[in-house]
């Protein structure tokens, strides 16, 4: 998901892999990712441990409630998806454990890709948490031409992800990077920092045109390559390596080429909740510090993706 990151990067990419129990593409789309109801837990009263380590951290809104309500993608496995009725994964894992340290509980609820940032903005959500890149138009809340159309939004970086291309298993096309999708079709999930890699590279290709076919979830956009409609997707490497693995008993897909753009994923939080973002900041130094956040990342495979320490809107 450039030199940014993504789902979720400025050129190109977006969130990251490593095990799980489920078949990609089944699992992604039985996410349902517009459902803004569909929760990690069921509804009830929250009480926060009081003892925690930085729960004088939090702002009293979030203390009072005992909950930080984080939106996500539940459709991004092994990053975020559902199981069981249950939203799972490295973001999930990560947030528990800062949970611990703040003491409260992170619920995810589930929605579109493309509007978590408006359901921060809104107030909706306190945070989101979805491999999301990041990278200097989302601080600054710009669109693609750089026009304002949002506050922007801070992040808390947590994570290290690359790019790797997707192909149909045996990758008939010969499909080695970037430069050899000119004149070809992909597919890519809409709204993530992917599409705009393969944005910027369709004006690369100039009049050997690169066409671009958008969809509501990854999931989707894998099945149009699997089909033989499009000869690429475009995600983070660990994701594709998981789906490698996974889909079709690993007879569906094959990477292409190297992984690329290494970037940051970020905890977006709202610019006006200072107070939340630097709790929250503090809390991620402290399980890098207690060895708790490198557990996570093993169990998911995904230790190379490790941060070594929290930083603020680091993405560029």
């Known amino acids: 998901m450039t030199a940014s990151t993504t789902r979720r990067t400025t050129a190109a990419r977006s969130r990251i892999a490593a095990v799980g129990a489920i078949a990609v593409a089944g699992a992604l789309i039985l996410t349902g990712c517009g459902d803004q109801t569909d929760k990690s837990s069921t509804p009830g009263e929250t009480k926060a441990n009081t003892s925690a380590?930085?729960?004088?951290?939090?702002?009293?809104k979030i203390q009072d409630a005992g909950v930080v309500k984080v939106g996500t993608d539940a459709a991004y496995a092994p990053m975020e998806y559902t199981e069981g009725g249950k939203i799972v994964g490295v973001d999930p894992d990560i947030a528990a454990e800062l949970g611990k340290q703040l003491g409260v509980k992170f619920e995810f609820t589930s929605g579109t890709f493309d509007g978590l940032i408006t359901s921060l903005e809104t107030g909706r959500q306190d945070v989101i948490m979805s491999s999301i890149t990041d990278n200097k138009k989302r601080q600054e809340g710009l669109d693609d031409k750089g026009n304002k159309i949002g506050k922007g939004v801070d992040f808390v970086d947590y994570f290290n992800s690359g790019l790797s291309l997707l192909v149909k298993k045996g990758n008939p096309e010969g499909i080695k990077s970037m430069?050899?999708?000119?004149?070809?079709?992909?597919?890519?999930?809409?709204?993530?920092?992917?599409?705009?890699?393969?944005?910027?590279?369709?004006?690369?290709?100039?009049?050997?045109?690169?066409?671009?076919?958008?969809?509501?979830?990854?999931?989707?956009?894998?099945?149009?390559?699997?089909?033989?409609?499009?000869?690429?997707?475009?995600?983070?490497?660990?994701?594709?390596?998981?789906?490698?693995?996974?889909?079709?008993?690993?007879?569906?897909?094959?990477?292409?080429?190297?992984?690329?753009?290494?970037?940051?994923?970020?905890?977006?939080?709202?610019?006006d909740n200072t107070q939340l973002r630097d709790a929250i900041k503090e809390a991620l130094d402290a399980i890098i510090k207690d060895g708790s956040y490198a557990k996570v990342l093993e169990k998911w495979n995904v230790k190379d993706s490790a941060v070594t320490e929290a930083k603020i809107n680091a993405g560029q």
Do not use: H, M
């Open 179 to 271: 430069d050899d999708l000119c004149g070809r079709t992909v597919a890519v999930q809409r709204g993530t920092t992917y599409e705009d890699a393969f944005k910027a590279q369709a004006e690369k290709c100039g009049d050997k045109k690169l066409t671009i076919q958008a969809f509501d979830t990854d999931a989707e956009a894998q099945t149009r390559v699997k089909a033989g409609g499009a000869v690429a997707d475009l995600n983070d490497y660990p994701v594709a390596a998981y789906t490698v693995k996974t889909s079709g008993g690993g007879n569906d897909f094959e990477i292409a080429g190297q992984q690329s753009d290494v970037g940051l994923f970020g905890i977006g939080v709202s610019k």
């Open 53 to 60: 380590p930085l729960f004088s951290k939090l702002p009293k």
